[in-house]
């Protein structure tokens, strides 16, 4: 009787161990994480098809996105701090030289006005930042009219659009809800970008395809290349690195506009436009209030 009662706790104790060893490995496998190794580590999967398996498959998966995160953000602080760095290392070099010897009136006027331009983008870049790393969801409203606010961006945008035809083709009552500053900005970014980038004409065109407002910017101008249409939603990614940062761009604009279709359920795409140039294209929810 001793005997089977032993020999039965041993076979318990083996099979227990043996459920038990893949969970072990998988404990193992989490403590050698840390943030710059997870792109490298392989959670262990068990090669039975059960519970501890689909776990260890989660976890690798999770991992694996967490990896990605990681060397995202480190990818992008690198990036701000370059794109920071740029115009603070200028002015620096310029002060420097400007204090060699004694200068005029005249001279120093120049130089307040060239540090005015550079910290006007070290502004914007920093105000960009901020709107690319908030995770602070606004206050959410209802029934918001979308045209109304392309209106009001392609008014305040005079200015920049004094010189081209703008065709405005926005259909009526469109609603959508949450956050009506964000989508100014995110209207006004895609059409400061037409401006900047495209030709003498812009499209702008606001319609219903089924359960989503879809707006579309389009110009005339160069239009993007292939190669560069799937990185263009990549924070600092220009085109033209030194023409975009001659005409004040961050490579941030598009980001920001994504970030904002993606926070709201929608989402932004980019093709070409019949007029030869760029379509940007943002598909938005329609508002649950009808
Ligand atoms: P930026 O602040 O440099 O304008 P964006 O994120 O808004 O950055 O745009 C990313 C890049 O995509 C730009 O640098 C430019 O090269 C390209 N781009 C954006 N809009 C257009 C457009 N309408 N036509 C051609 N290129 C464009």
Aim: net charge negative.
């Amino acid at each position: 009787m001793v005997l089977v009662i032993l020999a039965g706790s041993a076979a318990a104790y083996w099979l227990v161990r043996r459920q038990l060893r893949p969970l072990e490995q998988l404990a193992a496998s989490v403590k050698a994480l840390e943030a710059d190794n997870m792109a490298q580590i392989k959670v262990p999967l068990p090669n039975t098809r059960d519970e501890s398996y689909q776990l260890a498959l989660a976890l690798d998966d999770m991992i694996t996105r967490v990896g990605q995160a990681y060397a995202g953000q480190k990818e992008f602080a690198a990036s701000a701090a370059h794109e920071l760095r740029t115009p603070l290392a200028a002015m620096q070099s310029r002060l420097e030289v400007f204090l060699m010897k004694e200068r005029t009136p005249d001279e120093y006027q120049q130089l307040l006005q060239r540090f005015d331009g550079n910290l006007k983008r070290l502004n914007t870049l920093v105000e960009q930042l901020l709107q690319l790393s908030s995770s602070h969801v606004p206050d959410t409203k209802c029934g918001i009219c979308l045209g109304d606010i392309v209106e009001d961006a392609v008014c305040e945008l005079a200015p920049v659009l004094e010189q081209k035809t703008v065709d405005i083709n926005l259909e009526d009552h469109l609603l959508v809800d949450e956050n009506p500053a964000l989508y100014r900005q995110l209207v006004l970014n895609l059409l400061q970008n037409a401006a900047k980038y495209g030709g003498a004409r812009i499209r702008v065109h606001l319609a219903q395809q089924e359960n989503q407002v879809t707006l579309r910017v389009e110009d005339n101008g160069p239009g993007i290349p292939d190669t560069a249409k799937e990185h263009i939603f990549e924070p600092f990614y220009r085109v033209d690195r030194s023409r975009s940062r001659r005409i004040g761009g961050n490579g941030l604009g598009l980001s920001i506009v994504r970030r904002i279709a993606r926070q709201y359920g929608g989402d932004a795409t980019v093709g070409d436009s019949p007029l030869g140039g760029a379509c940007l294209v943002i598909h938005l929810p329609l508002s649950k209030s009808g």
